[in-house]
């Protein structure tokens, strides 16, 4: 070698692997897999009816496909994948299935417990992969229009049972003095509104008070209005608007944004417009995804792998897609009270939502001008 040869570094020893790791990850990776697999054939027992069907009683696939008038190979299929994965039980000598009741109140019925509805969403938000894949390697993102209209139908699943459930038993209750200002009689907004169902709720409970629910996707709006008139309310309708135009003009006593503002291609804009539509003393009550801004204050929290997936496949994206902040679900509710604060809203309590491990409350209100009491 002469002097004047670049000098190469002597070759590394690869650091020893440590093979239990290895074969713990390995695990790892075929539980989430054997998880998303899972989730698909839950959502099918949910769209199809079996677990209904199978709550009728113990049954073998023959005696459980008539019930749910579906086909024997299929069911037999799938009784396979839920005995094995420990979503319903086997008794071999029987032949028969069952679904235990504590299993049965998370995958039936219409309150917040059914978390069926939450894996038809896991399909869903993998449907978009080939557009998602274009967004990480050019940007942009893949807009709200992609995703419907199953994201309506998916979305109203996920929070209906929880509205039923908290809303106003356990989220108006959670604002000092709103229940008292909705049964006095306010006008009220709901942004963000998707089909609604917290408006109708909203409407029926509080008979003196009106209700608009504003949402940019008419499909959604449809299903609130069919529903509405349904109930028979006078008090509740729904507008076709981009809330960053909402009305500030006759304002608002109350206005309502559930799980909206971290989609928002402009969130602080929409926060100020917020704050401005309101009366002064008006609520403002934001419901927003629970987790802290900082990923290291997110390592140990449980639900953050689900939201920060969810917001890199849908919450995220679709802002992005309109060259917006991009947020995404887990902007953290230090970020949350720094925005607020920037947007007028000085006092802001954060409460959970009973029974909801995912969502805030985040209560705030305009403030009343400051009036000068000194006398000269
Ligand atoms: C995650 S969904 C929540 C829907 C409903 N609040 C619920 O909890 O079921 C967010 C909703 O906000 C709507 N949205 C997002 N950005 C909007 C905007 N700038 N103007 C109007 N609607 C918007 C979407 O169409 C969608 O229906």
């Known amino acids: 070698m002469t002097a004047t040869e670049p000098t190469r570094s002597a070759p590394q020893t690869p650091p020893a692997l440590d093979a239990e ?46 019930r749910a008038n579906l086909h024997e190979r299929y069911v037999r299929e799938w009784l396979g994948a ?19 009741a504590e299993h ?7 309150t917040a417990a059914n978390l069926a509805p939450f894996t038809l969403a896991v399909a869903h938000l993998g449907e978009h992969l080939d557009e998602l894949e274009e967004a990480f390697r050019h940007g942009g993102g893949v807009p709200y229009e992609r995703f419907r209209p199953r994201f309506t ?27 008292e200002r909705l049964s006095a009689g306010a006008r009220v ?5 998707g089909t609604g169902h917290s408006v109708t709720l909203l409407a029926a409970e509080y008979p003196a008070s009106t209700f608009t629910g504003y949402d ?5 709006l449809d299903r609130g209005r069919a529903e509405v008139a349904e109930r028979g ?11 960053v135009e909402l009305p500030t003009d006759p304002p608002f006593d109350v206005v309502f944004a559930f799980d909206t503002i971290h989609d928002q291609a402009e969130p602080a804009r929409v926060l100020r417009r917020v704050h401005d539509a309101l009366v002064p003393g008006g609520h403002f009550v934001m419901l927003d995804t629970r987790a802290a801004t900082e ?12 939201l920060y997936s969810v917001s890199t496949l849908h919450c995220m994206t679709v802002s992005l897609a309109r060259s917006g902040a991009g947020l995404g679900t887990v902007w953290g509710e230090q970020l949350a009270r720094r925005m607020l604060a920037e947007a007028g809203f000085t006092d802001v309590a954060v409460s959970e939502v009973p029974d909801d491990p995912l969502d805030s409350v985040y209560s705030c209100r305009r403030p009343e001008p400051v009036t000068d009491r000194t006398t000269r």
């Open 189 to 193: 907004a709901d942004i963000g509104c």
């Open 104 to 110: 049965a109140v998370c995958l039936r019925g219409s």
């Open 82 to 100: 839920m005995a094995t994965g420990g979503i319903v039980s086997y008794d071999p000598g029987e032949g028969s299935f069952t679904l235990p």
């Open 233 to 243: 309310l006078a008090n509740a309708s729904f507008e076709a608007l981009d809330i």
């Open 21 to 66: 790791r290895a074969e713990r990850f390995a695990e790892h990776l075929m539980e989430l897999t054997t998880g998303g697999m899972l989730s698909h054939l839950i959502g099918i027992g949910h769209r199809t009816g079996l677990f209904d069907a199978l709550a009728a009683g113990p049954a073998d696939s023959p005696t459980l496909a008539r």
């Open 295 to 306: 990923l290291a204050d997110n390592l140990d929290n449980p639900f953050a792998p689900l």
């Open 153 to 179: 139908e998916i979305m109203d699943g996920m929070s209906r049972g929880v509205f039923d459930d908290q809303l106003i038993s356990g989220i108006v209750p959670a604002v000092p003095g709103l229940a």
């Open 216 to 220: 940019f996707a008419s499909d959604a």
